[in-house]
C-alpha cells in the first residue's frame, strides 16, 4: 500500500532563517507531488505540484521553493523565512488527479 | 476562475441528527469531486471520492452526491456522533491535476 510521510511535525524558526521540509512517498512510482499550505483561518493554497523529477510549477509567487531531486521525494524550502510564512505545510500525491490525492500528516510551522 | 464555496461555515448540533453539509464550484469540467476531513492540527483524510461520471457514493454513515450540471455536491451525515466533530472540507480536481479546495465546515457535535 502507498503511505506518505512528512517531517518535522512541528518546526519553530526565527525569521530570516532557512527552511527545509521534507516529504517522500512509498509504494507508487511517479507521483504527482503537491505541497499546500493552510494558514489560521484560510483555506488550503496550492503553493506548487510536480508530475515528475526536477518538474516544479509554482503557483503564488512567493518566498518559497520547492525541489524534486528523486521520483517519490519532494522538499519545501527557503532561504530566509518571512513571519507570514507560519502555517500548516501539508503535502500530497495522487495518480494523476483522477484517483484521488492523498495527504501527509503536515508541519506545523512558527516563524518568530 | 474556478472556485469551491461550502456552506455552513459552522454547524453545531446534537448527537444523532441526520447532517447535510454543501459545497459547489464554479467549473463544472471536474475530473472528480474529493470530501475530505481534518481534526484539528491534523491531516486531512479522505472519506469519498466520486469522480465525474458518478452520482453518489457511500461509506457508512456517510454519503456524498454530485449533481455537476448544478455545480453541487452534498456530504449527508446520518445519525451524527460526537466523534464526527472535525472540519469538512470539499475538494474538486480539474485537468490542471490540481486540487481547489472549498473553506470547510467545522462541524461540532454535543451529546
Redesign the interface.
Known amino acids: 500500500s502507498q503511505t506518505i510521510h512528512?517531517w518535522p511535525a512541528t518546526l519553530v524558526q526565527p525569521v530570516g532563517s532557512p527552511l527545509s521540509l521534507e516529504c517522500t512517498v512509498e509504494g507508487t512510482s511517479n507521483p504527482?507531488l503537491?505541497w499546500?499550505r493552510q494558514a489560521a483561518g484560510?483555506?488550503?493554497q496550492?503553493l506548487f505540484?510536480s508530475?515528475g523529477i526536477g518538474q516544479i510549477s509554482s503557483?503564488v509567487p512567493q518566498n518559497l521553493s520547492a525541489s524534486r531531486p528523486q521520483d517519490r521525494q519532494f522538499i519545501l524550502s527557503s532561504k530566509k523565512l518571512l513571519l507570514s510564512d507560519s502555517g500548516?505545510y501539508?503535502c500530497?500525491w495522487?495518480r494523476?488527479?483522477?484517483?484521488?490525492?492523498?495527504?501527509?500528516?503536515?508541519t506545523?510551522l512558527t516563524v518568530v | 476562475k474556478q472556485e469551491v464555496t461550502q456552506i455552513p461555515a459552522a454547524l453545531s448540533v446534537p448527537e444523532g441528527e441526520n447532517l447535510v453539509l454543501n459545497c459547489s464550484f464554479t467549473d463544472s469540467a471536474i475530473?472528480?469531486l474529493?470530501w475530505?476531513r481534518q481534526d484539528p492540527?491534523?491531516?486531512?483524510?479522505?472519506l469519498l471520492?466520486i469522480?465525474s461520471s458518478q452520482r453518489e457514493q457511500t461509506s457508512g454513515r456517510l454519503n456524498a452526491s454530485l449533481d455537476k450540471s448544478s455545480g453541487r455536491s452534498t456530504l449527508y451525515i446520518a445519525a451524527s456522533q460526537p466523534g464526527d466533530s472535525a472540519t469538512y472540507?470539499c475538494?474538486v480536481?480539474y485537468n490542471t491535476?490540481?486540487?481547489?479546495?472549498?473553506?470547510?465546515t467545522r462541524l461540532q457535535v454535543f451529546p
Open positions: 512528512q504527482n503537491y499546500y484560510r483555506g488550503l496550492l505540484y508530475v503557483e500548516f501539508l500530497a495522487s494523476t488527479g483522477k484517483l484521488g490525492y492523498t495527504f501527509g500528516s503536515g506545523r | 475530473y472528480n474529493q475530505f492540527g491534523k491531516g486531512l483524510t479522505s471520492l469522480q472540507l475538494a480536481a491535476d490540481k486540487l481547489i479546495f472549498g473553506t470547510g
